[in-house]
């Protein structure tokens, strides 16, 4: 892309009236993801969003690019088919707690594993907004909503550790109220080669209002919250002086004493390959523990694509390249008169 061409935010805004109930927080999503696009230097015509069904899944009609508004849960089967038939895209998944964890859970898994160098964007809102609010696969236990009128009695499912157990090669979570972590998330994400996964907390303003305002809120964000940096010691509060020890069988949450380096305190690195690491850090859910945002796990592995492609070359050197003609004519054939 020359310097004449460099593209612009408002170049990723599309002419469509952006529907979301006012306050919600896909509205900050969208904003982030639209300011980060020209960052990335991709052409709007190398460019696809694919959606499944929910709330977020609107987002491909916001962006002025390419992209697929497809059916329930099966978003990671359309993504996966489009960066195949054309590697060189760029594919972003957007996708709920709802349609990617219950109906769509088999193929997220699938795709995590594979390896697919796609960007997988998961908005946790822990309820079925779309359909007007009902408990999702990530609602709290004792939930009342139209579904459960006397609470939820389902356990939820942590989508972090889902994505880590699929063995995802980039995990990460970042919020909807940071702009600038959203934008440094997705950026990252957008960098690395395979599969990222990404949750982002997001505030549903009719059907679970201020779900994670314990969390994030500006006044207990400090307290409740870890920023996961590489090479950072995992501390929080306000003026830095708790943090998160290991004691060889678990974590502890301790005031840090005067020394510079105590015994225990965990230092984050997102390229370790021991799986235990990012399993730790996603256990921590609040109010045990505060909530880590930012990369857990990021590791190099082939992609998916790259392999196949491998193996296409492979089997055109030994066995040539076949016409469709030739193709037809193979093995036993006959002309019905």
Not at 15 to 23: A, L
Not at 55 to 67: A, E, I, N, Q, V
Not at 164 to 175: D, I, N, P, Q, W
Request: charged share 20%; glycine share 8%; hydrophobic share 35%.
């Amino acid at each position: 892309m020359t310097e004449s061409t460099t593209l612009k935010k408002k170049d990723f805004q599309s002419d469509q009236i952006v529907r979301w109930c006012p306050g919600c927080g896909d509205y900050a999503i969208l904003s982030a993801i639209q300011s980060v696009m020209p960052d990335l230097g991709v052409a709007k015509e190398n460019i696809v969003f694919v959606s499944g069904i929910g709330c977020s899944s609107r987002f491909p009609y916001y962006m002025d690019t390419f992209g697929f508004h497809t059916i329930h849960g099966r978003a990671p089967a359309l993504a996966t088919g489009v960066k195949l038939a054309n590697p060189d895209l760029s594919v972003w998944m957007i996708t709920g707690d709802g349609d990617g964890l219950s109906i769509g859970g088999n193929h997220l898994i699938h795709i995590l594993r594979r390896n697919v160098d796609i960007n997988i964007l998961l908005f946790n809102n822990k309820v079925y907004g779309l359909t007007k609010g009902q408990y999702s696969p990530t609602s709290d236990q004792g939930m009342k909503t139209k579904s459960s009128p006397d609470g939820s009695l389902e356990y939820p499912i942590n989508p972090i550790r889902i994505a880590l157990a699929s063995e995802a090669s980039f995990v990460a979570r970042t919020y909807d109220t940071n702009i600038k972590h959203m934008n440094e998330t997705f950026k990252a994400a957008a960098e690395h080669k395979g599969t990222s996964f990404v949750e982002i907390l997001q505030n549903c303003v009719i059907f679970n209002k201020d779900i994670f305002n314990e969390v994030y809120d500006k006044d207990v964000r400090q307290d409740h919250m870890i920023h996961l940096e590489d090479g950072e010691p995992l501390v929080f509060g306000s003026e830095k002086k708790q943090g998160v020890f290991f004691d060889g069988v678990s974590m502890v949450t301790r005031a840090l004493e005067e020394e510079n380096s105590p015994a225990g305190l965990m230092v984050h690195d997102s390229r370790k390959h021991a799986p235990f690491y990012p399993n730790l850090l996603a256990s921590m859910e609040f109010p045990q523990f505060p909530v880590p945002v930012g990369v857990f796990k990021r590791v190099e592995r082939p992609t998916y694509e790259s392999m196949l492609c491998k193996q296409i070359d492979v089997a055109k050197q030994k066995k040539g390249t076949p016409t469709l003609d030739s193709l037809f004519q193979a093995g036993e054939t006959w002309n019905i008169v």
